[in-house]
Structure formats: C-alpha cells, structure tokens
T-cell receptor, first 111, second 114 residues
Framework: DAKTTQPTSMDCAEGRAANLPCNHS???????VYWYRQIHSQGPQYIIH???NNETNEMASLIITEDRKSSTLILPHATLRDTAVYYC????????????FGTGTRLQVFP | NAGVTQTPKFQVLKTGQSMTLQCAQD?????MSWYRQDPGMGLRLIHY???????DQGEVPNGYNVSRSTTEDFPLRLLSAAPSQTSVYFC?????????????FGSGTRLTVV
C-alpha cells in the first residue's frame, strides 16, 4: 500500500473552509484514497473516498490531482465540532484488505 | 441496526490474566479487524478477517489471537496480559467491495493492564 504524508497540525477559523492536504506520490492506479477522522477518544469516522474523480458528500469534498499523487480534503464551513485528527489513507485493491493508519493531521477549529 | 458493538467498554486486568474483547456487527460485512491505539499515537492493525473461517495478522499481532466462526462476530483474545497491552482497542468492519463506503468503527474498549 502506498504511504501518505500529512502535516502534523493545522488551524482553521470557525466558518471558514478547512483544506487538509495529503501526499501519496507512490499511489498505484487501482488504489483508492480514503479520509477518516477521529474526534477525541471516539472510534474513527469515515468521511469520504475517491479513485481519480473529485467527490463530494454531505460532510466534505475530496479533490484528487490529475496525476493522483496528492489530494485535499475540504470542509467547506468548519465548525468547532470538526476539531479532530484527520487521516488520509490509501487502500489497496488486491490480496489483503488492510487499512493502515498514519499519524494524521490534528485540525483545531477556533472561534 | 446497531452497527459495530464492542464489549466491554472498560477493563482492568492483572498481568498474566487472559480475557476476550468482543466485537459484533449486524451489517453483514465480510471484513472485520482489530486495531489498538496507544496515547498520542495512530491506530495499528492487530488482526483482520475477510470472511468466516479466514483470519490474518496485521502490524502488531503478537500476544493476541482471533477467530471468525460467524460473519457477525470477531473476538480478540489476550492470552496472558502484559502492561504493554494497555491501550484502547477498536474493532472495525466493512464490505469487501472497495467502491462501497469505508469502515465502520466501534466505540472502543479501554484496557488497562496493571
């Protein structure tokens, strides 16, 4: 599975868009990009995933570059409840079904 | 539809004791897995299963056993607890089809080994 690189921490003002970057330069053509978040002490929560097209759901948007080497998770109007650790994960299609978490980005939304 | 249910929520063990952490899901997911999370750290995969009767090791399998006799249940056994196993344990499940939505996690079991 491809490894991902994320900034350790980010801040965002409440009501503004939060843009969380992720580098996955070794991603292969059949690997999906997944985003999860973990609010303090809770189990991780699935946010969104994509293969090569941009995706949007009720929680967030996912922008994947054309070469698929990086992506950005966008929370369009961040709230205090969005303060969490955000994990970008690349998931292999073949053989095993492991989901390997890195250390993620700690997003702090402030008033 | 309860999702992923983990029991117990909290547990204190003495070194050398054994116990089983329970995980059950009612979504007919083929895939189930166990993670541990130490303070300030990311999640690390312990064991996983892609279906009943099939299990495999993750990143940190030593000291833990699993079995998958039914689709719904995936218990994690600590054979002889050690202080290094003090952690928060999360169970997760999903469909095997990658195009479907991602993993559903349980609320965790907080284990302390003294």
């Amino acid at each position: 599975d491809a490894k991902t690189t994320q900034p350790t921490s980010m801040d965002c003002a409440e009501g503004r868009a939060a843009n969380l970057p992720c580098n996955h330069s070794t991603i292969s053509g059949n690997e999906y990009v997944y985003w999860y978040r973990q609010i303090h002490s809770q189990g991780p929560q699935y946010i969104i995933h994509g293969l090569k097209n941009n995706e949007t759901n009720e929680m967030a948007s996912l922008i994947i570059t054309e070469d698929r080497k990086s992506s950005t998770l966008i929370l369009p109007h961040a709230t205090l409840r969005d303060t969490a650790v955000y994990y970008c994960i690349v998931r292999s299609l073949y053989n095993t079904d492991k989901l390997i978490f890195g250390t993620g980005t700690r997003l702090q939304v402030f008033p | 539809n309860a999702g992923v249910t983990q029991t117990p929520k909290f547990q204190v063990l003495k070194t050398g004791q054994s116990m089983t952490l329970q995980c059950a899901q009612d979504m007919n997911h083929e895939y189930m897995s166990w993670y541990r999370q130490d303070p300030g750290m990311g999640l690390r995969l312990i064991h996983y299963s892609v279906g009943a009767g099939i299990t495999d090791q993750g990143e940190v399998p030593n000291g833990y056993n699993v079995s998958r006799s039914t689709t719904e249940d995936f218990p994690l056994r600590l054979l002889s607890a050690a202080p290094s196993q003090t952690s928060v344990y999360f169970c997760a499940s999903s469909y095997l089809d990658r195009a479907l939505n991602g993993y559903t996690f349980g609320s965790g079991t907080r284990l302390t080994v003294v």
